[in-house]
């Protein structure tokens, strides 16, 4: 793209200002901008007058879970299944690690967190040594197809590199980038970062597939006859990985998805609630729970919603295709974005000034027919660090490392 052609899609959006600073930049600026411009969709940001129209919810029904009894008493059949389809290499696992640990106090990748006490044990290190359970148990190598983000790519495929990949085969590990969209201020002008970066954020969770299909990686899923897609996040340091049982259970039930689910400690915890949305499967998120919800009951008197997702699916691949050739809906987030001020310096925000354009995997879930919601002990599979003290920490998943027998 040249100046003339980022001139014309910068004024069809009305964002001529990204060039604010061009005739001063270096050559190797001036491209970097240049290329950023053309792989940059912009459509996103004319979203931002519209923000009040976007997802709005269907009407919301329970949709029951798959609950330990059951899963105990079927688990033979179930681990035949699954394990029968790692073995074929039909299950492939999907890492979503573009985020940093800011707010563990790191400017690293958040995967590179160590929340050893006597030793060194990475958060990286806990999903692979996870992943390798399974490896043993079936005696098979299972891709693992890792997504990072342009502030941390280059930061997590040198720690792999560096720590020899924790043991885990290098040729079975892929990384690939995810889209990255602009971030804006409340009335839609994309902020700059820099005088030759316009402000990015990762596009959500729901953007990791088209993402990989944007980096060429679904073609090596389809050479390797990968099937299924366990699709987790980075900072549950407990989850099973390409859990056999679970993958058999949702190949059994010829379920689109299968959902991870814990049993919630308490009707308001902060935990996304599987559910049916106009009689779809779908997730309400914690902060859209209203009471009428959160104290609904079910036929058996039981809470009605009490079933909370931790981003942990596995879903169907073919089904994944058919979801990117539609338009996920986007969800306009209010955040801190760091930007240049009018005199070209850099200003961080204390408080929220603007937004960021995400979909979300939410969204992925309501577009498919089927939903297995498959109930996981929550001490044994539900260790997730947002924090570094206090609830869903480093502290709360250390003492759950502590309590499965992980050394520290």
Known sequence: MNKEEAYEKLKK???LHVLKYYDELTEEEKAALLKQIEETDLEVVSQCSKKEQLNQKGKISPLSAMQLPEIEAKKEEFMAVGTKAIKEGKVGAVLLAGGMGTRLGSDAPKGVYDIGL???VFIFQRLIENLMDVVRLTDTWIHLFVMTSDKNHEATVSFFKEKNYFGYRPEYITFF?????????????????AKHKMATSPNGNGGWFSSMMKWGVVDKIHEAGIEW???FAVDNVLQRI???CFVGATIQTDSDVGSKVVCKNAPDEKIGVICLEDGRPSIVEYYELTEELMNAKDENGAPAYSFGVILNYLFREKALEDIVSKNLPLHIVEKKIPYLDEKGELIKPEEPNGYKYEQLVLDM?????SCLPYEVERNYEFAPIKNKTGIDSVESARALCKENG???
């Not at 980038?177 to 970062?193: H, L, S, V």
């Not at 879930?365 to 027919?369: A, D, G, M, V, Y």
């Open 118 to 120: 006597t030793k060194e």
């Open 242 to 244: 390409a859990d056999p």
């Open 229 to 231: 897609l366990n699709v």
């Open 365 to 369: 879930i309501h577009e498919l027919n």
């Open 13 to 15: 959006y009305g964002q």
């Open 177 to 193: 980038m995810q889209e990255m969209a602009p971030a804006t201020d409340y009335n839609g002008k994309i902020f700059m970062e």
């Open 406 to 408: 992980i050394e520290l």
